[in-house]
């Protein structure tokens, strides 16, 4: 528990220390594609008590590990997952615009696959698949066909004031176009002298142009929806992998105001075995507040326990922290009481996550 | 600059354009003149419709020897994170032959990007 306290403070100094003025700026840290990926996978193997998926932009490939925090010890990371997005690593580079107008829900399927070993007896495995998909994102520029509209006039613009200013240099210098296309040298000229006679105004007005739809969109409506399957292993090798847990997750996101958002959640498990079957159903809010980089949310969750025949309430307060680029830190706290036993636990949870660093190109 | 040879007493020739790395693009097609800054063609486009990315080189076929292809394009990655590179492409057809192809390759930043490819058409 001190333990736990002890991360806690030491993220919440160092993200308020850490925070640059350039921070400021809603638009530019508070981007609606969420950097932190929840993987449908990592859910079902039951390392959060909270059943919220977040909705995310999809990642090309992206990992978690966990259960640094198994209730109030901290302990060796037991847990992993992975999710790819198989539409964008198979297309990559060869996507066109065509492609993506035809198939964005596509673009938007991640597959995840997590295995998690039992800590008690250290053998027995459990091995997760889940499979995710964005159905509506009205924030999101790449859907958005004002903007796009927009774009591709400023685009047009500039490349026929470029072709102003080409005709321009070669006329003031007697050139013939055929000549400077052949001349390496002369052609770095009339590079050069475009670019000086058009200055940075084009770019300045596509990224006004960027920032002022972000602005209207960063919060807008998404919904996500993802289905997951759980199978338990009797030994670390995932071998005879028998699947007992089926889960369906929908996810709401809409803006509160100006600076929030605010996360409804839907969970369903269906529990089967040889001696029983029975569903949990959970009902999560969540409210978001803060930059993309540094963010903090509450939480409140009502959950139905038909094995138990018990309901439980969870409330809790957490924070996501983005440590470098690529790595970001998940962390909650809270307190899960179960209403018909009158029981409480304290629960807590601590994650890494990792994406491809945006400086790093690897396709 | 790529040169292409065609047959000048083949069939008509045909310039068609290809835009890949999910951006959004313009872009100016000039057709010059041999030997000349005379614009024989001028078009411009985007790629919000493949289709319309293709264009007819006049006739006769032969009268194209020395022409120099121009293909400016003014660009912004989509999902510069996600998809990293870009390629833009030229290719060449006499009929349904393609005869060869001009590309531009390079990686995706986020900002706005441009591209300029040139070809020169020479009777073989």
Request: net charge negative; charged share 25%.
């Amino acid at each position: 528990m001190k333990k736990l306290v002890f991360i806690l403070s030491w993220l919440v100094t160092t993200t308020l220390l850490a925070q640059s003025p350039e921070d400021t700026t809603l638009v530019k840290n508070f981007r609606l594609d969420f950097a932190v990926p929840d993987m449908p996978a990592f859910k079902m193997l039951g390392t959060n008590p909270s059943n919220i998926l977040r909705p995310s932009s999809p990642q090309a490939l992206s990992l978690m590990i966990s259960e640094f925090g198994g209730g109030d010890e901290l302990i060796l990371p037991k847990s992993f997952a992975a999710e790819v997005a198989p539409y964008i690593l198979m297309k990559s580079g060869s996507l066109t615009l065509e492609d993506y107008d035809n198939n964005s829900s596509l673009y938007s399927l991640r597959l995840s696959v997590g295995t998690n070993r039992n800590p008690e007896n250290n053998t027995t495995t459990d091995v997760a698949v889940g499979l995710r998909m964005t159905l509506m994102d009205e924030g999101d520029l790449k859907n958005d066909g004002k903007y796009r509209k927009h774009v591709y006039k400023l685009l047009d613009d500039k490349a026929t004031l470029k072709d102003e200013y080409q005709m321009e240099y070669l006329n003031q210098n007697n050139l013939i176009m055929a000549d400077v296309a052949a001349n390496p040298n002369l052609r770095a000229a009339m590079d050069k002298y475009i670019d000086e006679k058009l200055k940075s105004e084009f770019d300045q007005r596509l990224d006004t142009l960027k920032q002022g739809f972000k602005a209207r969109n960063w919060n807008k409506k998404k919904l996500d929806v993802a289905v997951g399957m759980l199978g338990s292993s009797p030994d670390s090798l995932a071998k005879n992998v028998e699947f007992n847990k089926f889960s369906l997750w929908s996810t709401y996101g809409a803006p509160v105001g100006k600076n929030s958002q605010l996360l409804l959640g839907f969970n369903y498990n269906y529990f089967s075995n040889d001696s029983t079957e029975y569903g949990v159903t959970s009902l999560t809010s969540r409210l978001y507040g803060g930059s993309n980089s540094y963010k903090g949310f509450g939480e409140l969750q009502i959950k139905r326990d038909e094995n138990l025949e018990s309901n439980f309430i969870y409330m809790a307060l957490g924070g996501e922290i983005n440590i470098k680029d690529g790595i970001w830190a998940n962390i909650s706290a809270g307190l899960e009481r179960n209403w018909t036993d009158n029981n409480s636990a304290f629960v807590s949870h601590f994650d890494l996550r990792f994406t491809i660093p945006e400086k790093l190109k690897l396709f | 600059m790529k040169t292409i040879e065609f047959d000048p007493n083949g069939p008509i020739l045909k310039v068609n354009f290809k835009f890949s790395g999910f951006i959004l693009a313009s872009y100016t097609y000039t057709l010059w003149e041999a030997e000349s800054n005379h614009k024989v063609v001028y078009e411009k486009g985007n790629n919000q419709n493949p289709q319309d990315d293709s264009y007819q080189l006049p006739m006769p076929v032969k009268a194209n020897d020395g022409r120099l292809i121009q293909l400016r394009t003014e660009f912004l990655a989509q999902d510069p994170d996600n998809v990293k590179k870009y390629t833009i492409t030229a290719e060449v057809y006499q009929g349904d032959t393609l005869l060869d192809k001009a590309e531009d390759q390079g990686d995706n930043t986020g900002s706005a990007q441009s591209s300029l490819i040139f070809i020169k058409l020479k009777a073989s």
